[in-house]
């Protein structure tokens, strides 16, 4: 089992920045690929980011490549996530998760997942 708990999230003006943080317990994560995901009102969840665990390879969804990047923290068990040059249209409640599909982008290949944080961008 691994749980996971995302905290940073908050409310924020268009052009700002915030960082978000996946907090990793239970099993090692060597194994997996973690990845970040979002959901608006009314729409359905859709990938972000994903980092494998243990090479530290990055894939990025098209919205977000050049303002968001991902990362993992070893020593604290913690997979991050950047947000810079964020726009309305980034609001959501975003949640981590873990796979064993390290090419894992479907929400349904993620076995674990945290419960959210959310982030609100004003224009």
């Known amino acids: 089992q691994v749980q996971l708990v995302e905290s940073g999230g908050g409310s924020v003006q268009a052009g700002g920045s915030l960082r978000l943080s996946c907090a990793a317990s239970g099993r090692t994560l060597s194994s997996y690929t973690m990845g970040w995901f979002r959901q608006a009102p009314d729409k359905e969840r859709e990938f972000v980011a994903r980092?494998?665990?243990?090479?530290?390879?990055?894939f990025y969804a098209d919205f977000v490549k050049g303002r968001f990047t991902i990362s993992r923290d070893y020593a604290k068990n913690t997979v991050y996530l950047q947000m810079n040059s964020l726009k309305s249209e980034d609001t959501a409640v975003y949640s981590c998760?873990?796979?064993?599909?390290?090419?894992?982008?479907?929400?349904?290949?993620?076995?674990?997942w945290g419960q959210g944080t959310q982030v609100t961008v004003s224009s």
């Open positions: 998760a873990a796979s064993y599909n390290p090419w894992a982008q479907d929400p349904a290949r993620y076995d674990y």
């Open positions: 980092i494998m665990w243990s090479e530290s390879r990055t």
